[in-house]
């Protein structure tokens, strides 16, 4: 199993020692300050997958005049299992799904308006944009909220270089797509 996956994310967090899923989803969160929240039933089925697994343990419940909790932990095969994944190189994409490129050409097979769909596309990046360099440059932003705003950044920075590319070759892709 490769790529990014919230049970390797999760074995990862149990690293640091034993947790229980409230803890593991708030420091999920705060690690990954601009990674989709993960939904308590995320983790609660996720840490089940890995307990089935053999990947992680139940290490004991206790309720300190609250809820019961299941505390977690990382099992020896666990470890071994983050590691395996923490170390593998991640591949470069072997194909690229590019939404907005599909909505090009879906915008030119309908007869629409591919310059004016590239033109408001290219503001809700700006947006984007504007809203990540204002999370990175809040005061108080720890490094990790400015490097996962830094990566999005870059992102985001070559669509917009690829849709300006896009938009002024739009006549001959106009022409390839509709002779075809």
């Known amino acids: 199993m490769s790529g990014m996956s919230t049970r390797h994310i999760l074995l990862g967090l149990l690293a640091t020692g034993p947790s229980h899923g409230y803890d ?5 969160d705060e690690r990954f300050p601009q990674a989709r929240p993960l939904a308590y039933g995320q983790v609660y089925t996720t840490l089940q997958r890995l307990v089935r697994d053999g990947l992680a343990a139940v ?3 206790d309720s300190d005049g609250g809820p ?6 990382a099992t020896d095969e666990g470890t071994r299992e983050l590691s395996r994944w923490a170390g593998e190189i991640a591949p470069p994409a072997p194909f690229v ?7 090009v050409v879906v915008t030119i097979l309908s007869g629409g308006d591919p310059a ?4 408001a596309q290219r503001a809700a990046h700006m947006e984007r944009m504007r809203e990540l360099t204002a999370v990175k440059a809040a005061k108080g932003a720890d490094l990790a909220t400015v490097l996962s705003a830094d990566y999005a950044l870059n992102h985001l920075d070559a669509d917009l270089r690829w849709m300006s590319t896009t938009a002024a070759r739009l006549t001959t ?5 509709d002779a075809a």
């Open 97 to 103: 799904a590019n939404e907005i490129f599909a909505k």
């Open 68 to 73: 019961e909790r299941t505390t977690y932990r």
């Open 173 to 177: 892709l106009t022409a390839e797509v």
């Open 59 to 61: 290490e004991g419940t």
């Open 116 to 119: 004016a769909y590239l033109s």
């Open 24 to 28: 593991l989803k708030r420091r999920h």
